[in-house]
């Protein structure tokens, strides 16, 4: 790879999903009925949210490769998935992967950036963190057959900054031990940013890993309240001592929409 890539590729690395599959850091194992709208997809390496009766929410990068879908994902591919205890949750047929209406602006800007030469290494890794965090990491996949999972409830409207939440993934409970396929949730404090679609949680020693990409984020009023969807698992920082993870906000719009109007409009 030329060396001039390698800083602007950093993230990119996350989105190719080129990362062993680790879960939460600091982690509970998930119990019983909790967290029923889960699923995994080994497949993918990702985490996923039954949001309709054959929607899978994810996220984009999880489904992608580069601008294209994934060719395993053709419609009518076969794609396995398992609950939150590891256990078989069914076998489905992909019907359609529908991707975020912003996610291509992502990849057409990455590729401009690594076509100018006129730009530094950090110049070029500032201005892809920074258009980024304007970009609605995001898929839903629409399926055939039957699940184990419940359909799960967003919450399209709910103000997180400063409140816990709760994230969900599926795999070990150290980073680089092997992966046991079940799945542990950790708190995590919500932070965001007025004009970002990023919601940013700091709670080191607990927070996700990059096989956790598209796994849904949780809110819950009280624990034994219903739970709500209110991001989906982007990426996590690289200096893991800083326990940062990053989600797509679910409540906020892009240039073609809310997301909640596209999400809905599938769902139809």
Same mark, same amino acid.
């Given at each position: 790879?030329?060396?001039?890539?390698?800083?602007? +590729?950093?993230?990119?690395?996350?989105?190719?999903?080129?990362?062993?599959?680790?879960?939460? @850091?600091?982690? @509970?194992? !998930?119990?019983?009925?909790?967290?029923?709208?889960?699923?995994?997809?080994?497949?993918?390496?990702?985490?996923?949210?039954?949001?309709?009766?054959?929607?899978?929410?994810?996220?984009?990068?999880?489904?992608?490769?580069?601008?294209?879908?994934?060719?395993?994902? !053709?419609?009518?591919?076969?794609?396995?998935?398992?609950?939150?205890?590891?256990?078989?949750?069914?076998?489905? /047929? @992909? @019907? /359609? &992967?529908?991707?975020?209406?912003?996610? =291509?602006? +992502?990849?057409?800007?990455?590729?401009?950036?690594?076509?100018?030469?006129?730009?530094?290494?950090?110049?070029?890794?500032?201005?892809?963190? =920074?258009?980024?965090? /304007? &970009?609605?990491?995001?898929? !839903? &996949?629409?399926?055939?057959?039957?699940?184990?999972?419940?359909?799960?409830?967003?919450?399209?409207?709910?103000?997180?900054?400063?409140?816990?939440?709760?994230?969900?993934?599926?795999?070990?409970?150290?980073?680089?031990?092997?992966?046991?396929? &079940?799945?542990?949730?950790?708190?995590?404090?919500?932070?965001?940013?007025?004009?970002?679609?990023? #919601?940013?949680?700091?709670?080191?020693?607990?927070? #996700?890993?990059?096989?956790?990409?598209?796994?849904?984020?949780?809110?819950?009023?009280?624990?034994?309240?219903?739970?709500?969807? !209110?991001?989906?698992?982007?990426?996590?920082?690289?200096d893991t001592k800083k326990g940062r993870s990053y989600f797509t906000r679910l409540d906020n719009s892009t240039a073609h929409g809310s997301i909640k109007?596209?999400?809905?409009?599938?769902?139809?």
């Amino acid at each position: 790879m030329n060396i001039k890539k390698i800083k602007l +590729l950093i993230i990119w690395s996350l989105l190719l999903n080129s990362l062993p599959s680790w879960a939460l @850091v600091g982690g @509970v194992r !998930v119990m019983g009925n909790e967290f029923r709208s889960f699923v995994e997809m080994p497949l993918l390496a990702c985490g996923g949210a039954r949001i309709g009766n054959h929607f899978i929410l994810t996220a984009a990068h999880c489904v992608t490769h580069g601008a294209d879908i994934a060719p395993y994902l !053709v419609k009518d591919s076969a794609l396995e998935l398992t609950d939150a205890q590891g256990n078989p949750a069914g076998r489905v /047929k @992909v @019907v /359609k &992967i529908n991707i975020s209406p912003d996610w =291509n602006e +992502l990849i057409s800007f990455t590729e401009k950036l690594n076509n100018d030469n006129s730009l530094t290494d950090d110049k070029k890794f500032d201005l892809y963190t =920074n258009y980024s965090e /304007k &970009i609605h990491d995001l898929a !839903v &996949i629409e399926f055939s057959g039957n699940i184990s999972a419940t359909v799960g409830q967003i919450d399209y409207g709910l103000k997180l900054k400063g409140k816990t939440v709760m994230a969900i993934g599926s795999g070990c409970e150290t980073p680089g031990g092997a992966s046991s396929g &079940i799945a542990s949730w950790a708190k995590l404090t919500a932070k965001t940013q007025n004009l970002g679609v990023n #919601i940013t949680t700091a709670g080191a020693p607990s927070q #996700i890993c990059p096989g956790d990409s598209g796994s849904p984020l949780y809110f819950k009023s009280d624990f034994a309240g219903p739970e709500f969807i !209110v991001g989906v698992v982007k990426a996590v920082d690289s200096d893991t001592k800083k326990g940062r993870s990053y989600f797509t906000r679910l409540d906020n719009s892009t240039a073609h929409g809310s997301i909640k109007e596209w999400i809905n409009s599938l769902l139809k």
